[in-house]
Nanobody
Framework: QLVESGGGEVQPGGSVRVSCAAS????????MGWFRQAPGKLREFVAH???????FYSDSVRGRFTISRDNGKQTVTLQMNSVRHEDAAVYYC????????????????WGQGTQVTVSS
């Protein structure tokens, strides 16, 4: 089970954090990631972090967002800085147990999503 928290309303240029708590199994060797979906758009990859701590980002957020994980607490956090209007979306936590993670074919294990709204 994946449960997101955080998000909410943020002004352009501001910061917001979304977190995901995993439970029900040992997620420490899963790749944990974030995807987002804006109204009228397809769900898109944002970032993920491997169990080793190696992180990968989409071009649109690299340098502004930081993903981190705490294996002891089985949590993953996305710190979003310098937020833009185009970052507004529902953010979904994803857990992927596969050795070869495919961001174009994410593993079907999702949280319920948490809203990030960007408004002036």
């Amino acid at each position: 089970q994946l449960v997101e928290s955080g998000g909410g309303e943020v002004q352009p240029g501001g910061s917001v954090r979304v977190s995901c708590a995993a439970s029900g199994t040992n997620f420490n060797f899963y790749t944990m990631g974030w995807f987002r979906q804006a109204p009228g758009k397809l769900r898109e990859f944002v970032a993920h972090i491997e169990y080793s701590g190696d992180a990968f980002y989409s071009d649109s957020v690299r340098g502004r967002f930081t993903i981190s994980r705490d294996n002891g607490k089985q949590t993953v956090t996305l710190q979003m800085n310098s937020v833009r209007h185009e970052d507004a979306a529902v953010y979904y936590c994803n857990a992927d147990p596969r050795f070869n993670v495919r961001i174009d074919e994410p593993y079907d294990l999702w949280g319920q999503g948490t809203q990030v709204t960007v408004s002036s």
